[in-house]
């Protein structure tokens, strides 16, 4: 399996989730992975990103809220998500950022926040 996300669940407004991402060596090798985020009805958006050394980007519509994460010893990479919004509710995948053409994008993990 080249990306495999899990950690996902149903969760009030104001809650916590972790979400955990295991990616293959072959897409973890690059410099930059992240997390995407599909709403339903939206395009698929970077909502946090992290480099080899730990420096990150998060979007403005989730920055002092969510943590982006990775191991490199086990190829994983983690979005810790508080304070979660019903705006936030959505399928969540990781992959290499950009994820390059005709990318494998794997399940995802999703993510429902009630009011």
């Known amino acids: 399996v080249q990306l495999q996300a899990s950690g996902g669940g149903l969760v009030q407004a104001g809650g916590s989730l972790r979400l955990s991402c295991t990616a293959s060596?072959?897409?973890?090798?690059?410099?930059?992975m992240g997390w995407y985020r599909q709403a339903p009805g939206k395009q698929r958006e970077l909502v946090a990103a992290?480099?080899?050394?730990?420096?990150?980007s998060i979007h403005d519509s989730v920055k002092g809220r969510f943590t982006i994460s990775r191991d490199n010893s086990k190829n994983t990479v983690d979005l810790q998500m508080n304070n979660l919004k019903p705006e936030d509710t959505g399928v969540y995948h990781c992959?290499?950022?950009?994820?390059?053409?005709?990318?494998?994008w794997g399940q995802g993990t999703l993510v429902t926040v009630s009011s």
């Open positions: 060596g072959s897409i973890f090798s690059r410099n930059v």
């Open positions: 992290i480099d080899r050394v730990g420096a990150t």
């Open positions: 992959n290499a950022v950009p994820p390059g053409l005709g990318a494998s």
